[in-house]
C-alpha cells in the first residue's frame, strides 16, 4: 500500500507571507501513461474538502493561482504564494495511482 | 457542477448495519465513478469504496473489505453504500464523491456507532 506523509502537520502563517506543504509517497505516483497522480485538497472547517490541484501542478477551475504544485516521483509540494485570511484549514495531498491515499493532513492557521 | 446529497446516517448499535445513499443532480452519474470517503471525528480523511462508470469495477479498502458493500442506479441517479458489523471505529462523516480526481463532494452524512 502506498504512505502519504505530510509534512509539517500544522504551520501558522502570517497573512502576505508564503506557505509551502511537503508530501512524500512510499511509492511512485507516476504512471505509464506519463501522469502523476497526486492532488492537493482544502478542508476547511465544517466543510467538505474542495480540489486544489490534480495531476501535481494543474490547479482546478476556479483555484486562485497563489496556489501552485510542484514535484515528480514521490515528492510533492503545495505551495501558497502569499497566504489569505480564506486559507485556513487542512491541507490534504492524495495518491490516485493504486487506489486512493490521504496524507494525514496539514493544519493552517493565520498569526 | 452539479449537486451530490448524501443521507442515512445515524446513530446504530455495534454489530449493526445502515445504508448510506448519495443523491446526484446537475450532471449524469452515468459519466462517472464515484467514490465514498470517511472523516472519524477530529481525524484525516479515509477513502472507503469506489465505483466505475458502468459499475463493472469496484475497489474497497482493506478497512471495510467484506463489510461494506457499493452500489449504483444511473436512473435513480444514486450510490449506494450498504454497510455491515459496524463497530465504533466507523464512526465518522461519510461522504461521496465526483470523479477520478473527487472533483467535488457532498456534505458527509454523520454515521456514529454506539450503544
Known amino acids: 500500500d502506498i504512505v502519504m506523509t505530510q509534512t509539517p502537520l500544522s504551520l501558522s502563517v502570517t497573512p502576505g507571507q508564503p506557505a509551502s506543504i511537503s508530501c512524500k509517497s512510499t511509492?511512485?505516483?507516476?504512471?505509464?501513461?506519463?501522469?502523476?497522480?497526486l492532488y492537493w485538497y482544502l478542508q476547511k472547517p465544517g466543510q467538505p474538502p474542495q480540489p486544489l490541484i490534480y495531476?501535481?501542478?494543474n490547479r482546478f477551475s476556479g483555484v486562485p493561482d497563489r496556489f501552485s504544485g510542484s514535484g515528480s516521483g514521490t515528492d510533492f509540494t503545495l505551495t501558497i504564494s502569499r497566504v489569505e485570511a480564506e486559507d485556513v484549514g487542512v491541507y490534504y495531498c492524495?495518491?490516485?495511482?493504486?487506489?486512493?491515499?490521504f496524507g494525514q493532513g496539514t493544519r493552517l492557521e493565520i498569526k | 457542477q452539479g449537486q451530490l446529497v448524501e443521507s442515512g446516517g445515524g446513530l446504530v448499535r455495534p454489530g449493526g448495519s445502515l445504508r448510506l445513499s448519495c443523491a446526484v443532480s446537475?450532471?449524469?452519474?452515468?459519466?462517472?465513478?464515484i467514490s465514498w470517503v470517511r472523516q472519524a471525528p477530529g481525524k484525516g480523511l479515509e477513502w472507503l469504496s469506489y465505483?466505475?462508470?458502468?459499475?463493472?469495477?469496484?475497489r474497497y479498502a482493506d478497512s471495510v473489505k467484506g463489510r461494506f458493500t457499493i452500489s449504483r442506479d444511473d436512473a435513480e441517479k444514486s450510490v449506494y453504500l450498504e454497510m455491515n458489523s459496524l463497530s465504533a471505529d466507523d464512526t465518522a462523516v461519510y461522504y461521496c464523491?465526483?470523479?477520478?480526481?473527487?472533483?467535488?463532494w457532498g456534505q458527509g452524512t454523520l454515521v456514529t456507532v454506539s450503544s
Open positions: 464523491a465526483r470523479a477520478v480526481g473527487m472533483v467535488s
Open positions: 492524495m495518491q490516485n495511482i493504486q487506489l486512493y491515499t
Open positions: 446537475g450532471f449524469t452519474l452515468n459519466n462517472y465513478y
Open positions: 511509492q511512485t505516483l507516476l504512471y505509464s501513461d506519463g501522469k502523476t497522480y
Open positions: 495531476e501535481v501542478s
Open positions: 465505483i466505475s462508470v458502468d459499475g463493472g469495477t469496484i
